[in-house]
């Protein structure tokens, strides 16, 4: 009987090995698909396996004291917080791996399920911008109401009376609303951790207040106001083909901070008819001009930027040629044989939506200020 019952007891705990296993196959299989960046990166992958090794241990210990339900466990915290950070997909992707992960150590059985996958689709689909604290207070509204009334609807199936339904626990979805709203707090925390970008940083970082781009106002007032006037640029782009509108405007403030090294060589920055240029050869001026790249990674860096808005720095020109200085080699040595790599930019080339719309908002404002006396169909016929 000893070994009927050690062969069951193994035998059960194989069977729940092997669909944890299935769950984890099917995530990854997920991640390598759609999110190749979590698996480079150690630390965010340890972000995303953190929440199922979280929620799995507190299940456990709620489900080990008899005085606590399940329900009092804020799950949606899950997608509301990953959706900050990633996308929607994966936001919901992971908190439906979640929840079935736990549902291994509940006794609460299918209703559990369903109305935490309930939960978890109102969570990912009403969660705004962490900065819209009324926004915020909303989806946990909308959590709280999904709960209470498909726990309402479950318990008319189960007793077909009102009289019958049991009123306390309501109480452990109050209690799990108040909990959600610890995603709020959490956000900026794990945004320091992990080293994510969120909005909440985003807009701290389009203070004009801030040293970067105080500095760069003072050192480059031409180079700062072309980045002002590329940001307006970018953000009407974005919101027109559903890009990230902050980021691409926060990124085209700091995406020339390159110029502070040596502002006077470009020409936003040259109030006389003295051109610095004009004692330079044509290599001499072009590496200046490719070096305001280099030189604005280096200066972002040092500032602690986050890399979200170094890749813009990196990307805006991607691998073009400084026309002007290369035609002007080609002019003055017209024999010889001319080493483009001279006059190109170290790239790479933009690799998002964002990034090629500050590439080309870079290009249209800087080419837009060689007009004489623009009007609108001269302008859109540049662009």
Not at 52 to 74: C, D, G, H, R, T
Request: hydrophobic content about 45%.
């Amino acid at each position: 009987e000893d070994v009927s019952n050690k062969s069951s007891y193994y035998g059960v705990f194989g069977g729940y090995l092997l669909l944890t296993l299935l769950i984890f196959i099917v995530f990854a299989f997920y991640v390598r698909t759609y999110k190749k960046d979590i698996l480079a990166s150690p630390k965010r992958l340890f972000f995303i396996l953190l929440w199922f090794i979280a929620f799995s241990y507190l299940v456990y210990a709620v489900e080990k004291n008899s005085e606590l339900s399940s329900y009092l466990i804020p799950f949606c915290i899950v997608p509301i917080i990953i959706k900050h950070f990633y996308s929607d997909r994966l936001a919901f992707f992971t908190h439906i791996v979640n929840i079935l992960i736990v549902s291994l150590l509940t006794t609460l059985g299918y209703e559990f399920i369903e109305l935490q996958i309930l939960a978890g689709i109102v969570a990912v689909l009403s969660v705004t911008d962490a900065r819209n604290w009324n926004g915020f207070f909303t989806t946990v509204f909308a959590i709280g109401a999904t709960y209470a009334l498909g726990l309402l609807g479950l318990s008319f199936i189960k007793t077909g009376t009102i009289q019958d339904i049991d009123w306390g626990i309501f109480t452990w979805i109050f209690l799990n609303m108040l909990l959600t709203m610890l995603a709020f707090p959490l956000i900026p925390l794990l945004e320091r951790v992990f080293g994510f970008t969120s909005s909440i940083s985003l807009v701290e970082l389009s203070d004009m207040g801030r040293p970067l781009l105080k500095n760069l106002s003072l050192k480059a007032p031409g180079t700062m106001q072309h980045s002002l006037q590329v940001a307006n640029l970018c953000e009407a782009a974005a919101e027109t083909i559903q890009a990230d509108t902050l980021l691409v405007k926060v990124a085209a403030l700091y995406h020339d901070i390159g110029k502070m090294d040596k502002p006077i060589y470009f020409i936003e920055n040259q109030n006389s008819d003295i051109n610095p240029h004009d004692d330079l050869s044509a290599i001499e001026s072009a590496q200046i001009i490719i070096g305001h790249v280099t030189g604005g990674i280096s200066r972002a860096k040092k500032y602690g930027l986050p890399n979200e808005i170094i890749d813009f720095i990196r990307t805006h020109h991607g691998e073009t040629k400084v026309a002007y200085f290369l035609k002007r080699y080609k002019k003055e040595n017209p024999e010889e044989e001319v080493d483009e790599e001279y006059f190109t930019y170290p790239g790479p080339i933009p690799f998002s939506k964002e990034t090629a719309i500050v590439m080309m908002a870079d290009y249209i404002e800087a080419a837009s200020m060689s007009l004489q006396n623009p009007n609108e169909h001269q302008i859109d016929e540049l662009v």
